[in-house]
């Protein structure tokens, strides 16, 4: 599997790239690869079949100045601190999304392992220590291929979680968003680097797939450049 490490980019070019890679597998074009990388600035992103008015709270969004992007997977509402949490993305050739979130929380689960604590994976697609998530996965598929995407909270900022706003009757059920998640270095009462953070991802990941560090190709930035627009196009956006 090719492993492609990376920093910081807006929302538009992450989404763009994370769809470009799903299409491209699925063609047999690339191979199936494990991305780490991060958004930069820090953004909320929410699932494709979410509304708007009822997962965001717009006027913190504005106060904070977060962007908002719409995935083109499913999944809640998330908020990605650039500082505090590495974000992955992983294709598989495969058709079985529920087999593909279980085959990835593994890795997940070995990297929260280097860290010398359990994490466990809940059902339908996060992993958490304690009871309390560190890692939220999204996915989508084509004919012949899945796309999971997803978090990695190291040192996630989690008053910035006020952003998401829960329907009322989700939130008597579970609780508001930052009193349900964790960060590894919450949990370990000592702030965890990025280094360290995505070490351990790598470590946990080489536990389920055979990595071979490799680059993208020009194909794939030829395509991502060109659905860049879809991210930043508010009919995409609010199209709930």
């Known amino acids: 599997m090719r ?30 690869t494990l991305r780490l ?22 006027d913190l969004l504005r106060k904070y100045s977060i962007p908002l992007v719409r995935r083109f997977t499913g999944g809640g509402p998330a908020l990605h601190d650039e500082k505090g949490e590495i974000t992955w993305t992983v294709v598989l050739k495969m058709n079985d999304i529920m087999k593909a979130y279980k ?28 009871g309390k998530k560190v890692v939220g996965m999204a996915g989508a598929m084509k004919k012949r291929a899945v796309v999971v995407h997803g978090t990695f909270m190291f040192d996630t900022n989690l008053e910035l979680m006020d952003v998401i706003k829960v329907p ?4 008597v059920d579970r609780g508001k968003p930052k009193t349900r998640v964790t960060t590894i270095s ?13 070490n351990a991802l790598i470590k ?18 030829e395509i991502s450049n060109q659905l860049k627009w879809k991210y930043t196009n ?3 956006t609010y199209i709930r």
């Not at 930069?40 to 699932?47: D, E, F, K, M, V």
């Not at 009322?168 to 939130?171: C, G, L, M, T, W």
């Not at 919450?186 to 995505?198: C, D, F, N, Y």
């Not at 946990?204 to 930035?221: A, N």
Request: glycine share 8%; hydrophobic share 45%.
């Open 37 to 58: 990388w991060n958004f930069s600035p820090t953004i909320l992103s929410i699932g494709r079949f979410l509304a708007v008015r009822d997962w965001v709270n717009e």
């Open 103 to 130: 085959i990835v929380a593994e890795g997940l689960i070995s990297a929260i392992k280097e860290f010398g604590v359990k994490g466990e994976f809940t059902p339908i697609n996060d992993v958490v220590i304690e």
């Open 168 to 171: 009322r009757v989700k939130e």
């Open 186 to 198: 919450a949990i370990l009462g000592e702030k965890i680097s990025r280094e360290k953070a995505l």
């Open 234 to 236: 508010p009919n995409w």
């Open 3 to 32: 492993l492609v490490i990376e920093g910081g980019n807006r929302g538009d070019r992450q989404m763009a790239l994370d769809e470009t890679m799903l299409i491209l597998l699925d063609r047999d074009i690339i191979p199936e």
């Open 204 to 221: 946990g990941f080489s536990e389920v797939f055979k990595l071979e560090e490799g680059e993208l190709t020009e194909i794939e930035y």
